[in-house]
């Protein structure tokens, strides 16, 4: 049996290993903390709703990664981007407009706006398939379970590439409460947030959380004499749990958010060399106002329990809406001229409205017996509203200056309804067999136009264009699952999702001809192994899979048009390996890991736009870009973390945690350049040091991110003449090095 342990370890270090080397010697990637199955501080216990039910990690057959809200907490991780750093094959596409997930090297490109996601995010079991939706969910949180690869069976839903699901904190038994308060020497400002939760009643019980920040950018900006982008946020949640019985239970909660980023993250950089990302820039306030991102957003879930005997039935109604508008202008300075600017000739505002309502009901059956089984129903509708504002002021256009504006609307009423069911047969303790499978009808209704506001001429073609979508897709799965020991399990698994077609809503020019594209559905090939070894003293996992997508939906800029072409990719696959590992040696130190490697290529791609390295005889009507690779994808992604923690005497504690993450390079703009389009390989230091009394009644620290101030873009673009009158690259520079002490107390 240790025989069989050590081989089984050993195999899992060196597919972490292969995966972190290159990347930590490219440079690599952005760092917030470890990616591990498993929380520090020793305990490998954590249960997750992955499939519906609550289970522990170690027994799902899912690829996935569970981050606890204490994890979170301690590097202040407020939203996705970062976090993706505990979570390789992950990455976050920071734009101007809206931050996309991309899972195993598959997303929705943020270009069009009104693209469902590939990877849907959940929060307290809502669809949340727009970013703005939930921006700042991620405060006193349970903890964020994250899902590779298609998840269309269970979770349904556009989760063709994976699924995000955040778990908020619920109320308390006793009476309890948390203030702590975080301030930022680099970003120069506070970040508060608390709860307070516990009792009303013997039957009912309460929670309230809140996050206040204040606290400058990281660039800054010449022209405004400000640091961008300042960030003024107020989030609150309110939860109620009723539970007049053991066999009824209610649990509704609200959420607040109100987000007001004034100011941008483009830099401007060189066309002919790599990437070099300033951390000042220059951008005056446009004709259509200041620039920034401003979002009032409202999520409101209430789910409810009753047992039947064995059987549980749970209902999950939601209601999401958000008002956003967000004004883009891009960086004026000309590269490498001493700091010479022009004007600024190209900005746009997108006015968004939406709001969602929805309902799920499911049946589990009872644990123990030879067939186990989930069946439900899920419904919701939403209207989405959004604008475009696009502004030019272009100091030489056909010989002429040119000052004008062109705005366009786009509306969509969307209703989706799908049933779906998981059934498990086990053969026996050891063997079982589990299958699932949901069917999804769709229907979608959009519209668009688009006029001339000002202006001599219409600088983009003025067009208008209406379209429905009915369609309907099938997601099934199997997995054949074993339980080679007690603490070792493996699995197998097929499985498909799909995400539904859509509309194109903001690209000038639009006509019915190229308003709609086909929905996309992934194939899922999966094979892993879940061990707990050595008297629970090791966590290790692996998983190795094939990821495949037909009609891969996609939008792609082009620069010499300075818009994005929105269609379907023929066919694209991902094939890749990822591995965790976490070992506590002595009580009060451990140290965790996660690495991948993923190959992400085109297996076929007609009437692509162009890429950067190929010929200028390409043109999209001849071009294929089988055999190329996906863009947004790092091929190694890594991350280790070490904590430990020193008593002093009976009273007081000392605890350290540090974390390297990283990746390899990537093409992160979207025509591939060699030049200005690829992000290189980088490695990001954390670090946290902590002082405070046995009883966490409170505390003391200091909170270091990037601390080596790695300099990191999340998209690239060329900004070209006659749009400029200086063609640059536009980068949009992340989070540089953050340095913060951090108070807090509980009672």
Same mark, same amino acid.
């Not at 604008?387 to 002021?393: A, H, P, V």
């Not at 969509?412 to 009808?441: P, W």
């Not at 194939?523 to 966590?539: C, H, M, P, Q, W």
């Given at each position: 049996m240790k025989s069989c342990n050590w081989i089984l370890l050993s195999s899992v270090a060196a597919a972490a290993m292969l995966a972190a080397a290159p990347a930590a010697a490219e440079d690599a990637d952005q760092a917030e903390t470890a990616a591990v199955d498993t929380p520090s501080g020793g305990s490998t216990d954590i249960i997750v709703t992955a499939t519906k039910r609550a289970q522990n990690v170690q027994d799902v057959p899912i690829s996935m990664v569970v981050v606890s809200g204490e994890q979170l907490s301690k590097f202040n991780v407020a939203d996705a981007r970062a976090m993706m750093n505990y979570t390789p094959n992950v990455f976050v596409q920071t734009t101007a407009g809206n931050n996309v997930i991309y899972i195993r090297g598959f997303g929705s490109p943020p270009a069009n706006f009104a693209f469902d996601q590939s990877v849907s995010l959940y929060v307290d079991g809502i669809y949340a398939g727009r970013s703005r939706q939930a921006e700042s969910p991620f405060f006193d949180l349970e903890r964020v379970e994250v899902l590779r690869g298609p998840q269309g069976a269970l979770f349904g839903k556009n989760t063709a590439a994976g699924a995000v699901s955040v778990v908020s904190a619920g109320p308390t038994r006793e009476f309890e409460g948390k203030v702590s308060g975080l301030y930022s020497f680099d970003m120069k400002g506070p970040d508060i947030s608390g709860y307070f939760a516990g009792p009303i009643s013997e039957t009912l019980g309460f929670r309230v959380a809140y996050n206040v920040v204040r606290q400058d950018g990281y660039i800054y900006n010449r022209a405004t004499d400000q640091d961008d982008p300042k960030l003024e946020q107020e989030t609150v949640r309110g939860t109620l749990k009723w539970e007049p019985s053991d066999q009824f239970d209610y649990t509704a909660k609200v959420q607040y958010s109100n987000r007001r980023y004034s100011g941008g993250i483009s830099v401007s950089s060189s066309l002919t060399g790599p990437q070099d990302p300033q951390e000042d820039r220059y951008l005056e306030e446009s004709a259509l106002g200041p620039e920034g991102i401003w979002n009032k957003s409202w999520m409101i879930s209430g789910t409810g329990n009753i047992q039947f005997g064995d059987y549980t039935l749970t209902l999950i109604t939601g209601y999401s809406k958000f008002d956003a508008n967000i004004v883009n202008g891009f960086d004026q300075t000309i590269p490498n001229s001493g700091g010479a600017i022009t004007n600024n000739s190209v900005y746009n505002s997108f006015p968004e409205k939406f709001d969602q309502?929805?309902?799920?009901?499911?049946?589990? %059956?009872?644990?123990?017996?030879?067939?186990?089984?989930?069946?439900?129903?899920?419904?919701?509708?939403?209207?989405?509203?959004?604008?475009?504002?696009?502004?030019?002021?272009?100091?030489? /256009?056909?010989?002429?200056?040119?000052?004008?504006?062109?705005?366009?609307?786009?509306?969509?009423?969307?209703?989706?309804?799908? !049933?779906?069911?998981?059934?498990?047969?086990?053969?026996?303790?050891?063997?079982?067999?589990?299958? %699932?499978?949901?069917?999804?009808?769709?229907?979608?209704?959009?519209?668009?136009?688009?006029? /001339?506001?000002?202006?001599?001429?219409?600088?983009?073609?003025? %067009? %208008?264009?209406?379209?429905?979508?009915?369609?309907?897709?099938?997601?099934?799965?199997?997995?054949?699952?074993?339980?080679?020991?007690?603490?070792?399990?493996?699995?197998?698994?097929?499985?498909?999702?799909?995400?539904?077609?859509?509309?194109?809503?903001?690209?000038?020019?639009?006509?019915?001809?190229?308003?709609?594209?086909?929905?996309?559905?992934?194939?899922?090939?999966?094979?892993?192994?879940?061990?707990? /070894?050595?008297?629970?003293?090791?966590?290790?996992?692996?998983?190795?899979?094939?990821?495949?997508?037909?009609?891969?939906?996609?939008? !792609?800029?082009?620069?010499?048009?300075?818009?994005?072409?929105?269609?379907?990719?023929?066919?694209?696959?991902?094939?890749?390996?990822?591995?965790?590992?976490? !070992?506590y040696p002595v009580p009060n130190f451990d140290i965790t890991g996660s690495a991948s490697y993923q190959d992400v290529k085109y297996d076929d791609y007609p009437g692509a736009a162009c890429l950067a390295s190929q010929p200028s005889t390409c043109t999209p009507a001849t071009n294929n870009l089988a055999g190329y690779p996906v863009a947004y994808a790092s091929k190694f992604t890594g991350n280790i973390t070490a904590h430990a923690r020193f008593d002093m005497g009976d009273n007081f504690k000392f605890d350290i945690t540090g974390v390297v993450a990283g990746r390899s390079k990537f093409f992160n703009s979207d025509n591939q350049s060699p030049t200005f389009g690829v992000q290189k390989g980088y490695a990001k230091v954390d670090l946290r040091v902590q002082f405070g009394d046995q009883a966490d009644r409170w505390y003391l620290a200091f909170v270091g991110k990037n601390l080596t101030n790695e300099r990191t873009t999340g998209s690239a673009f060329n900004l070209p003449a006659p749009i400029t009158a200086a063609p640059r690259a536009i980068l949009y520079l992340e989070p540089t090095r953050n340095l913060a002490v951090e108070a807090g107390f509980k009672f």
């Open positions: 309502f929805s309902q799920e009901i499911r049946l589990l %059956s009872p644990t123990g017996k030879r067939f186990e089984y989930i069946v439900g129903a899920y419904w919701d509708y939403g209207n989405y509203e959004l604008q475009q504002l696009q502004g030019f002021n272009i100091l030489n /256009l056909f010989g002429n200056p040119y000052f004008g504006r062109i705005d366009s609307v786009f509306n969509q009423r969307a209703e989706s309804y799908s !049933v779906f069911g998981q059934g498990t047969f086990n053969f026996n303790d050891d063997l079982r067999l589990i299958g %699932s499978l949901r069917y999804t009808h769709a229907s979608k209704r959009g519209s668009f136009a688009s006029r /001339l506001v000002y202006g001599p001429f219409a600088i983009r073609p003025i %067009s %208008s264009a209406r379209g429905a979508i009915d369609e309907s897709n099938v997601d099934p799965s199997f997995t054949l699952q074993y339980d080679f020991t007690d603490d070792i399990m493996g699995y197998a698994t097929y499985g498909q999702g799909s995400k539904s077609g859509g509309f194109v809503s903001n690209t000038l020019g639009t006509t019915d001809k190229t308003f709609t594209f086909k929905p996309e559905k992934s194939t899922n090939y999966e094979a892993g192994i879940r061990s707990t /070894l050595f008297d629970r003293k090791v966590v290790a996992n692996v998983s190795i899979y094939k990821t495949t997508f037909e009609d891969l939906q996609v939008s !792609v800029y082009q620069p010499a048009t300075s818009s994005y072409l929105t269609g379907n990719a023929a066919s694209a696959t991902s094939k890749g390996i990822e591995g965790s590992l976490a !070992v």
